[in-house]
């Protein structure tokens, strides 16, 4: 989840809440030196595993799969990670007949770790009165003093460096550690540790993932949150990778969306694409510009790499992938070239 720290999560999922508590409770464990989603199910029923651990977009490359046998004849009863992304919670759980999702939310340095612990579809993570409500305290203290229901809020974790489970020990670069703590969050003279993750709360006090905080965009007046308006087009797309990002256009406010697709087989037709989007998203949140491309970059734990992507932007100059506009008048995406991308930089163009 956290973005910025790939190392820290894989010690984190992989050690701490892997491993770590297998070892700890005299479990079995099945580890695979590098993931497989076409032997995945099949390793699982051989092993006979109960409980299968996941982390950023396995889940995703697991439904992309052909149907095969095994895929239910596991006897895993329980899927423990983090970052199953909404639009496939319940295809996911329906296809493979897994019972229960235990997605949890946390980092090596997180002093506010949440976990869904009831199966709530959907809610990434836990409920108000849940096991972990003593630690949490501070957490729900500060949505539901700063939020109503429904409302997108950062979330923070009340730092108290008396109590283990709540204390923030930082980093080694103490400018790092600085820049993750915000003062006098409740009231004076308290800290909070910034997650970076925007949260929404519904009434019954489940919480669900938003977007990092640095990736939402406005657009219109209205905030894009790229990771629904990715889980949209991925889902129709057939569970492909697809990165969305913000990009400046000269002379224009905010931040025009703009969606990477991976298309190996060069096969995507935008157009048929645009058909579907009009059905699922608000016009605010329908991407100005595509960029089909035969492959997005991912780190070594399957997120998603939006930086360069986000540098070389909508410039036909920077790229030889597929580039596309939505013209708002034609009403459907026509090819970007260098001649249309100077009217566009120009003002020429209406967006
Ligand atoms: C989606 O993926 C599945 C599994 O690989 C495949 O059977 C199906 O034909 C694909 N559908 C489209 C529209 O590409
Ligand atoms: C959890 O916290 C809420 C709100 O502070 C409280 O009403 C509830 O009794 C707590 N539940 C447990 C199990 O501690
Ligand atoms: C320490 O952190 C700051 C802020 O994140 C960063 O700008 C700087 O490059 C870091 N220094 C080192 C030595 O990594
Ligand atoms: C967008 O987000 C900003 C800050 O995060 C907030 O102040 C503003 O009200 C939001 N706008 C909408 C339309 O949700
Ligand atoms: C609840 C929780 O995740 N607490 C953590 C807060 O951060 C410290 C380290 O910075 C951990 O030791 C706690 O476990």
Known sequence: ??????????????????????????????????????????????????????????????????????????????????????????????????????????????????????????????????????????????????????????????????????????????????????????????QAYLTGDVLVMDELGYMYFKDRSGDTFRWRGENVSTTEVEGMLSHILNQTDVAVYGVEVPGVEGKAGMAAIADPKTKVNPNVLYQELQKVLPPYARPIFLRLLPQVDTTGTFKIQKTRLQREGFDPHQTSDRLYFLDLKLGKYVPLDECLYERICSGKAAL
Not at 84 to 113: H, M, V
Not at 167 to 173: A, E, K, P, T
Request: hydrophobic share 35%.
């Open 1 to 190: 989840i956290t973005a910025e720290a790939d190392s820290g999560t894989l010690v984190f999922s992989g050690n701490i809440m892997g491993v770590g508590q297998c070892l700890i409770h005299g479990l079995t464990v099945v580890i695979r030196k590098k993931f497989s989603a076409s032997r995945f199910w099949d390793d699982c029923t051989k092993y006979r595993c109960t409980i299968i651990q996941y982390i950023g977009e396995i889940c995703r490359y697991l439904l992309n799969q052909p149907v095969r046998e095994s895929e239910t004849q596991h006897c895993v009863r329980l899927a423990v990670g983090n970052g199953l992304r909404p639009t496939i919670w319940e295809d996911f759980t329906k296809r493979f007949r897994i019972k229960q999702i235990g997605e949890f939310y946390g980092a090596t340095e997180c002093n506010c770790s949440i976990a869904n612990l009831d199966g709530k579809v959907r809610a990434i993570w836990g409920e108000l009165n849940s096991l972990w409500n003593r630690s949490q305290a501070g957490v729900i203290l500060c949505c539901l003093t700063l939020l109503s229901a429904g409302e997108p809020g950062l979330l923070v974790g009340q730092i108290n460096q008396q109590d283990p489970l709540r204390r923030f020990d930082g980093y080694v670069n103490e400018s790092a550690t600085h820049k993750k703590i915000a003062y006098n969050v409740l009231q004076k003279g308290d």
